[in-house]
């Protein structure tokens, strides 16, 4: 068991009174080398060609240390070898090498001593720190505080011993510097630090490396024996002699009876050795040992340039050395000479075939020429590989720290074949992400890179591996292989995001044991490294201790004894979570305590209202968040309980509108009253607010296009005034300024500047019609605005006012906005609508129809109820002379009542009915006034000068108003007259008595009835 956890109880007996306390105490073991390593195997045994580079792969071993950490790191060796310059072994991973070429006929085998030995914690030096205190403050403990890469070196806490306690790598890093440091048991405690300069010695465990795989280059033949050709250097990362490469041909020797040509130099150049001929071709084939008797082997060619029998070619296989003489033929007399196997090979006797091909011509005498045929013999791929592995494959497990290069495991493969059928390659097929690699010729699984490993991440790694033997073709076997992640104390218990800081308010008055809060850890390890215990630490003061409790395992924190909130209101409680791993990994939480006092008294408003109502003012749009006022209230009672919330129960209107001033008609500075509420839990108290709104110039002006109709029926009287602007401007604080800014060249238009009521020169006052328009300049003060005055002067004839209409306009609905409260502004509204329905009923243009006049019959403001008439005169003609019939005019508006009362309503906002005034009142024709056989005929006439009447003047219309009377008329039919006097009507006029003028030259005039005629 790695780890004991105890609980440790002191007791303090004083009398009857009994004081108990108590501690959790782990006790990590730490692992004793107490075992020694262990081969897998007893017996290894390897086979290899002779005549191998240095550097070649012979076997691969593998031992195991029940130790764990350190401990259980295994470096090997060759204990002995004789030679003992012939083999050496990795110390890191038992991979066995050739140090150089071997020769079967001088040894034919090797019976070598290995040794798997523990790289033990090997101690480097002992760090020693004075400190001059007594008792713990003179305690000294030391660590490693950076440069320790990889964790290769251990400095122990208490001694000071540094030792080194992971494989080094001189090719990877030849220094460290460590940063050290000493530090008492003082509280806080006192550090020094300090620097160590390690250097690395270099080992020769590096295989030297060609600069290139493959070589390939042409020469001359006429190469000059000794002169270098090629550099084929190697490269080894060892350092000093270990790093020195030395060079060897592997074909250095004669075979057959051709010589190999070639040398190499100890700095690596290729040279020829003695002259060389292009012309005696090599050829190379590759037949397997079971191939059967008359298969093909090789094709040579050779040529003649010669004619007859001096071109012909036959060939011959000249006699072999060795096993093979025989066992090939030869095609003697064909086009090329084909080599077929005349006897079966084995290639246990005889793996290769060095043959002498002979072409000769059948000239007199022949001419002869040879090639070199090299026959390899390929043993028969019977077996295929099979691996050691347990039923389920392999299953490992490995630290989650372990680093690059740390042994996992070995698969070991064996194959029946002998030779280069039996030399298996080890490679994984998938799985693992990329975390381990396998030693292709050992077959060691180990860890591919620092890092690669996380059990919490994956705690299992399932791959798939493969032995494959180097037969052609080849055969190979699969097996699966479970790599196990054990897991290390490197995960410090946690607290979720958002969990490791509580604030929590709880009353002065709870009971014992009245759960505060809850602090969960989590720690992502398993086994007693995620096994979380809670504590409470001191902090600030005593950090709670005495006044609250934790329990260990579920981390609810507790009321340990009676609070007194007047003593003591706020904790800061420091909890600290730690795992059961070694080294053990903490962090910590914390929890803020605020106690509440008791509520019992309510809040009480300080002096600052008049007669009980505070009096504040605001400017009218005013944004959001602007101060109105401060007030201020107190609460006798002390922390939360004095804590006042403010909140406005309701706000009214003096006039009942709501918060808007341009709502309703803007009276003087408007009123709102509050009321706020401050409050303290359930206790509270109201008080008043009035708040007084001022106004804003804030709304610019509008001024609206003004038609002013300046109607002209007695030159003789004097132009007044023609009416007063209308604005639209709903602020209260302004100052209007009006001015013409363009189209009164002729001085013509008058503009009061302070009212803007609108006058004329006496030079317009003729019968003249004319139209012309100024632009108006409107200025509150702030803003500014302009208008078109558009001047209409009409000399309407006698006729035409007298053949006037007037409509009697009913309006019962609210006029919807507030400033539809005048004759002005109702007949501006409803005007145009009614201007432009008339000319479309009597298709003229909507400038002959002109308002005369207009008044109010009655009205009633309370339920905004009036009636008036609007008297209109009717043009056929641009000059306003001619004017259509008024029983026409009259008929036309009867026929098209409502089709007239609804574009009339249709922009005035309530104009409800349009009827005409003769139906609404007793016409005078009613009384047959008229004799002689006349017709009557209501008209209507100017009853006074326009000065008599004040002009109407609403938004966009200034009207110099001529009051009218009604009369009649009376009239002979049409077709009749009188024969003494014009309204006796006793004449019936003859139409055809001036025939020849109203009928064409080839028609004759017809008389009829009333003055008729007929053509």
């Known amino acids: 068991m790695p780890v004991h956890k105890l609980l440790v109880t002191a007791l303090v007996t004083a009398g009857t009174t009994v004081t108990t306390a108590t501690a959790s105490l782990t006790v990590s073991v730490l692992d004793d080398n107490e075992f020694a390593p262990a081969f897998t195997q007893s017996v290894y045994s390897a086979t290899i060609d002779e005549n191998m580079p240095a550097g070649a792969f012979v076997a691969a071993v593998f031992a195991t240390d029940m130790d764990s950490g350190p401990n259980a790191m295994v470096r090997y060796s060759i204990e002995s070898c004789v030679p003992a310059l012939d083999f050496g072994i990795a110390s ?30 090997l101690f480097i030096l002992s760090l020693t720190a004075a400190d001059a205190d007594a008792g713990p403050n003179g305690n000294v403990t030391y660590r490693i505080i ?57 080992v020769n465990d590096e295989t030297p490396q060609f600069k290139q795989s493959n070589y390939a280059m042409s020469i001359p033949e006429t190469l000059p024996v000794g002169e270098k050709f090629l550099l084929v250097e190697a490269v080894d990362p060892d350092s000093g002699l270990n790093g020195l490469v030395s060079y060897r041909l592997m074909h250095n020797g004669s075979s057959g009876t051709v010589e190999f040509p070639f040398n190499i130099s100890k700095d690596a150049w290729l040279s020829a050795t003695f002259p060389l001929d ?9 037949i397997a040992e079971t191939a059967p008797v008359g298969t093909f082997v090789a094709t040579v060619l050779a040529t003649d340039p010669d004619l007859g029998e001096n071109g012909a070619i036959v060939y011959s296989l000249l006699r072999a050395e060795g096993a093979g003489d025989g066992a090939f033929a030869i095609s003697a007399s064909a086009k090329s000479g084909v080599v077929t196997l005349a006897a079966r ?13 002979q072409a000769c011509d059948l000239g007199q005498p022949p001419k002869c020429s040879k090639a070199q045929l090299v026959v390899s013999v390929t043993p028969e791929n019977r077996a295929s590989p099979v691996f050691s592995a347990p039923p389920g494959g392999y299953k490992f497990r490995v630290l989650e720290n372990a680093t690059r290069g740390q042994a996992v495991g070995r698969l070991i493969a064996t194959d029946a074949d002998p030779g280069v059928n039996g030399l298996l390659r080890y490679s994984l097929l998938a799985g693992g992400s990329g975390s381990f690699v396998v030693d292709a010729a050992s077959g060691i699984l180990s860890v591919a890179r620092d890092d690669a490993l996380d059990r919490e991440s994956q705690s299992v790694h399932y791959l798939t591996a493969v032995a494959a033997d180097s037969g052609n073709p080849s055969r190979s076997a699969t097996v699966d292989v479970e790599v196990g992640i054990d897991d290390v104390n490197d995960a410090a218990p946690t607290f979720p995001s958002g969990g490791a800081s509580f604030v929590v308010n709880i009353s002065e008055s709870s009971p014992i044991r009245y759960p505060v809060a809850r602090l969960v850890a989590k720690d992502a390890d398993v086994g007693s490294n995620g096994v979380i215990s809670y504590s409470l630490a001191t902090g600030e003061g005593d950090g709670g201790l005495g006044d609250f409790s934790i329990d260990s395992s579920s981390g609810l924190v507790t009321v340990a004894k009676a609070l007194d909130r007047e003593t003591r209101p706020y904790y800061v409680l420091y909890v600290v979570a730690k795992d059961a791993g070694w080294p053990q990994l903490s962090s910590s939480g914390t929890v803020s305590v605020s106690l509440i006092d008791v509520n019992d008294s309510p809040p009480r408003w300080m002096p600052g209202s008049h007669d009980g109502v505070w009096q504040f003012s605001i400017a009218e749009n005013s944004p959001a968040g602007t101060l109105i006022g401060n007030l201020l209230a107190q609460d006798a009672d002390e922390g939360e309980n004095a804590y006042l919330l403010f909140r406005l129960l309701s706000a009214t209107a003096s006039d009942g509108s709501g918060f808007d001033f341009e709502s309703g008609t803007p009276p003087s500075p408007k009123q709102l009253r509050l009321v706020i509420r401050a409050s303290s839990g359930p206790l509270f108290a109201d008080t008043s607010v009035q708040v007084n709104i001022t106004d804003l110039n804030d709304v610019a002006p509008i001024l609206p296009d003004t038609d002013v109709y300046l109607i002209k029926r007695d030159l003789l009287s004097r132009i007044d005034a023609l009416g007063r602007l209308t604005i639209v401007d709903p602020d209260t604080v302004n100052n209007f300024s009006y001015s013409i800014i363009a189209g009164n060249e002729a001085g013509a238009v008058f503009i009061d500047p302070a009212t803007g009521v609108v006058s004329v020169d006496q030079r317009l006052n003729t019968d003249v019609n004319y139209n012309f328009s100024v632009t108006v300049r409107l200025s509150d003060g702030l803003h500014t605005t302009q208008g078109q005055l558009n001047l209409l002067s009409r000399y309407p004839s006698s006729d035409l006012i007298a053949n006037s209409a007037t409509l009697l306009i009913n309006q019962t609905e609210p006029v919807g906005q507030q400033y539809l409260v005048t004759i002005g502004h109702l007949v501006a509204s409803a005007l145009p609508g009614i201007r432009s329905t008339l000319a479309g009923i009597l298709h003229l243009p909507i400038d002959y129809i002109l308002p005369i006049d207009a008044a109010v019959i009655s009205q009633h403001p309370s339920n905004n109820w009036i009636l008036f008439n609007l008297t209109l005169a009717v043009s056929v003609d641009s000059n306003f002379i001619q004017s259509i019939d008024r029983d026409l005019l009259i008929q036309s508006i009867a026929v098209y009542i409502d089709w007239l009362a609804g574009n009339a309503s249709s922009g005035s906002g309530g104009l409800t009915a349009v009827t005409l005034a003769s139906a609404a009142a007793e016409s005078f024709c009613a009384t047959e006034p008229c004799g002689s056989f006349q017709e009557c005929s209501d008209r209507i006439a100017i009853s006074g000068p326009a000065t008599e009447q004040p002009p109407l003047s609403g938004p966009g219309i200034l009207l110099r108003r001529h009051p009218t009377r009604p009369y009649i008329a009376c009239r002979c039919p049409p077709g009749y007259s009188g024969y003494i006097r014009p309204w006796d009507c006793d004449l019936e006029a003859n139409a055809c008595y001036s025939g020849a003028s109203v009928c064409p030259a080839d028609s004759e005039c017809l008389r009829l009835e009333a003055g008729r005629f007929l053509c």
Not at 154 to 163: H, K, P, Q, V, Y
């Open 92 to 121: 890191g991973t038992g991979r066995v090498v050739t140090l150089r070429s071997l020769d079967r006929e001088s040894i034919q085998g090797y019976n070598d001593a290995l040794t798997g030995a523990v790289t033990d914690q």
């Open 146 to 202: 950076s440069g320790n890469e990889g964790s290769r070196f251990r400095l122990d806490a208490i001694s000071g011993n540094l030792s080194l306690v992971a494989a080094l790598d001189y090719e990877t890093t030849r220094d460290y510097t460590l940063r050290v440091q000493a530090a008492d048991g003082g509280s806080p405690p006192r550090i020094s630090t300090s620097s160590i300069l390690i250097s690395v010695l270099d």
């Open 278 to 286: 292009r012309e005696q071709p090599v050829y190379n084939s590759v």
């Open 345 to 357: 090979l084995d290639s246990a006797v005889q793996a290769e075939h060095r043959l002498t091909v």
